[in-house]
């Protein structure tokens, strides 16, 4: 069947006869159609039939020599350093309470204000206490008037024992002389040479003398009896002495605390009471005043427990150490000194807490601030080492870039250790002499060819 327009359908078509012109018309909007398709088909299937002609954009890449800057692997001793952010707390801190009643009359410090030991902090009202010493020193001195009055009856009576024995040694020499003569006149009865009557009378001589005795020895016994009644009366007056005197120093100790003074060197907080106010020994539902100690100050910081055996170890051979960065710059540091560590490991955490003392004589360190924390101590050994900043992060891991001998290089993945600077300790996947890409990795790929270009600092390229 003919796909060509007859003149006849032209003309039923459009109703008017066909005429030369009209054909030479329609066939060339058939001829510019097929044109216009086959253009359309040669677009649509040129770019395949070109990407198979050209290089593809890796082969490209691959083949492009890539300018690199390169570092040796060497061999050295990384310090180990943790990084944590630790908190300031103060060495001590002690709230000062009142220790007697009274209206506080005065105060003698400003809010925030450094103190030292012994500085005076606040006045209480002491006239109450004064008064109640006054009392208990007269009566401390009315004991001790009473010891002496009891000590001078012992004396007294002291005196008339020796008395009385004195008085015992006289009739005893009187009995005897006595008896002497009335041995002597009964031979003389019996003689006959004095008479009876003489001889009875020197008998009563000699018993009187004894009743004398009889008399001074119950004398004696009646005044060393008084002496005992002396010695329980001073002892009784030493005890209301003593009773009396600890009533004083009680009330001289209750005086003292009318007078409060700082205990230690530190810095105080905000007042809770003022000038006027009544303190109380009882009951203060909070201090007058708190004062921290901020020199020495302690800085504590929790460090994960996977350092545990290095930082004990450090600790025993006294190598551990703890620099705080003031407002994390590392140039501006202070050095503390380990004093504390936990005996226990925290199980909801996974970390250890330490603590440090700083010595803080510029109190640079504030209570309750949070600084950086390094904590460093040296390793078991040397390790191999790589600049920092030829260690990346990529899909397959920590990873460098290792240049081979043909100048090609690898991408080589690497067991990172700990950082210390600008060195990097590589525990696997590294050795002694390797060289690795530190600079232009981001227009590597495995396989690429590189050339190397001198370091920064000006230092001959590595071959």
Same mark, same amino acid.
Do not use: C
């Given at each position: 069947?003919?796909?060509? *327009?007859?003149?006849?359908?032209?003309?039923?078509?459009?109703?008017?006869?066909?005429?030369?012109?009209?054909?030479?018309?329609?066939?060339?909007?058939?001829?510019?159609?097929?044109?216009?398709?086959?253009?359309?088909?040669?677009?649509?299937?040129?770019?395949?039939?070109?990407?198979?002609?050209?290089?593809?954009?890796?082969?490209? $890449? %691959?083949?492009?020599?890539? @300018?690199?800057?390169?570092?040796?692997?060497?061999?050295?001793?990384?310090?180990?350093?943790?990084?944590?952010?630790?908190?300031?707390?103060?060495?001590?801190?002690?709230?000062?309470?009142?220790?007697?009643?009274?209206?506080?009359?005065?105060?003698?410090?400003?809010?925030?204000?450094?103190?030292?030991?012994?500085?005076?902090?606040?006045?209480?009202?002491?006239? =109450?206490?004064?008064?109640?010493?006054?009392?208990?020193?007269?009566?401390?001195?009315?004991?001790?008037?009473?010891?002496?009055?009891?000590?001078?009856?012992?004396?007294?009576?002291?005196?008339?024992?020796?008395?009385?024995?004195?008085?015992?040694?006289?009739?005893?020499?009187?009995?005897?002389?006595?008896?002497?003569?009335?041995?002597?006149?009964?031979?003389?009865?019996? =003689?006959?040479?004095?008479?009876?009557?003489?001889?009875?009378?020197?008998?009563?001589?000699?018993?009187?003398?004894?009743? *004398?005795? =009889?008399?001074?020895?119950?004398?004696?016994?009646?005044? $060393?009896?008084?002496?005992?009644?002396?010695?329980?009366?001073?002892?009784?007056?030493?005890?209301?002495?003593?009773?009396?005197?600890?009533?004083?120093?009680?009330? %001289?100790?209750?005086?003292?605390?009318?007078?409060?003074?700082?205990?230690?060197?530190?810095?105080?907080?905000?007042?809770?009471?003022?000038?006027?106010?009544?303190?109380?020994?009882?009951?203060? @539902?909070?201090?007058?005043?708190?004062?921290?100690?901020?020199?020495?100050?302690?800085? *504590?910081?929790?460090?994960?427990?996977?350092?545990?055996?290095?930082?004990?170890?450090?600790? =025993?051979?006294?190598?551990?150490?703890?620099?705080?960065?003031?407002?994390?710059?590392?140039?501006?540091?202070?050095?503390?000194?380990?004093?504390?560590?936990?005996? *226990?490991?925290?199980?909801?955490?996974?970390?250890?807490?330490?603590?440090?003392?700083?010595?803080?004589?510029?109190?640079?360190?504030?209570?309750?601030?949070?600084?950086?924390?390094?904590?460093?101590?040296? @390793?078991?050994? @040397?390790?191999?080492?790589?600049?920092? %900043?030829?260690?990346?992060?990529?899909?397959?891991?920590?990873?460098?870039?290792?240049?081979?001998?043909?100048?090609?290089?690898?991408?080589?993945?690497?067991?990172?250790?700990?950082?210390?600077?600008?060195?990097?300790?590589?525990?696997?996947?590294?050795?002694?002499?390797?060289?690795?890409?530190?600079?232009?990795?981001?227009?590597?790929?495995?396989?690429?060819?590189?050339?190397?270009?001198?370091?920064?600092?000006?230092?001959?390229?590595?071959?």
């Amino acid at each position: 069947m003919s796909s060509e *327009t007859s003149p006849v359908d032209v003309e039923k078509a459009t109703g008017r006869p066909a005429t030369g012109e009209g054909k030479n018309s329609f066939g060339k909007i058939i001829i510019a159609l097929i044109v216009l398709i086959a253009g359309s088909v040669l677009i649509y299937f040129a770019p395949g039939m070109l990407k198979g002609a050209e290089p593809s954009k890796a082969e490209k $890449k %691959r083949d492009r020599v890539v @300018p690199v800057t390169v570092a040796t692997a060497g061999l050295q001793t990384v310090p180990i350093e943790i990084r944590s952010i630790g908190n300031v707390l103060a060495f001590s801190t002690v709230n000062v309470t009142p220790q007697v009643s009274g209206q506080l009359t005065k105060v003698y410090f400003t809010q925030g204000q450094f103190v030292k030991k012994g500085d005076l902090l606040f006045q209480i009202d002491p006239r =109450q206490y004064q008064a109640a010493l006054a009392q208990a020193e007269g009566n401390v001195a009315k004991d001790r008037a009473m010891v002496q009055s009891a000590m001078a009856n012992m004396m007294k009576d002291k005196a008339t024992v020796g008395q009385y024995e004195a008085n015992l040694k006289k009739d005893r020499a009187s009995l005897a002389y006595a008896n002497l003569e009335k041995g002597r006149y009964a031979m003389l009865v019996d =003689q006959g040479v004095v008479s009876h009557e003489q001889s009875d009378q020197y008998n009563t001589n000699a018993a009187t003398a004894d009743a *004398t005795i =009889q008399a001074d020895m119950k004398a004696i016994e009646n005044a $060393k009896a008084s002496l005992q009644v002396d010695q329980a009366a001073i002892d009784t007056a030493k005890g209301t002495l003593q009773s009396d005197q600890g009533v004083a120093d009680n009330a %001289r100790l209750q005086l003292s605390w009318t007078t409060i003074r700082s205990p230690m060197d530190g810095r105080t907080s905000s007042l809770n009471v003022y000038e006027g106010n009544i303190v109380n020994a009882t009951g203060m @539902p909070q201090p007058m005043v708190s004062i921290a100690q901020v020199n020495p100050i302690y800085v *504590t910081v929790a460090v994960p427990e996977q350092y545990l055996a290095d930082l004990r170890r450090a600790q =025993q051979e006294g190598t551990l150490k703890m620099q705080a960065l003031i407002e994390g710059r590392k140039a501006d540091y202070v050095t503390g000194t380990i004093s504390f560590m936990e005996n *226990t490991v925290n199980t909801s955490t996974g970390t250890i807490t330490m603590r440090a003392s700083f010595a803080n004589q510029d109190s640079r360190l504030y209570p309750g601030q949070f600084v950086d924390v390094l904590i460093s101590m040296p @390793p078991k050994g @040397p390790s191999v080492t790589v600049p920092t %900043r030829a260690v990346q992060n990529t899909q397959q891991g920590t990873s460098v870039y290792v240049v081979k001998p043909d100048k090609t290089v690898t991408l080589t993945t690497i067991k990172a250790g700990q950082a210390s600077g600008d060195f990097t300790a590589v525990l696997e996947g590294i050795n002694v002499g390797d060289i690795v890409v530190t600079d232009g990795q981001l227009q590597l790929s495995p396989g690429a060819k590189v050339q190397v270009q001198p370091s920064p600092d000006g230092k001959p390229k590595t071959e």
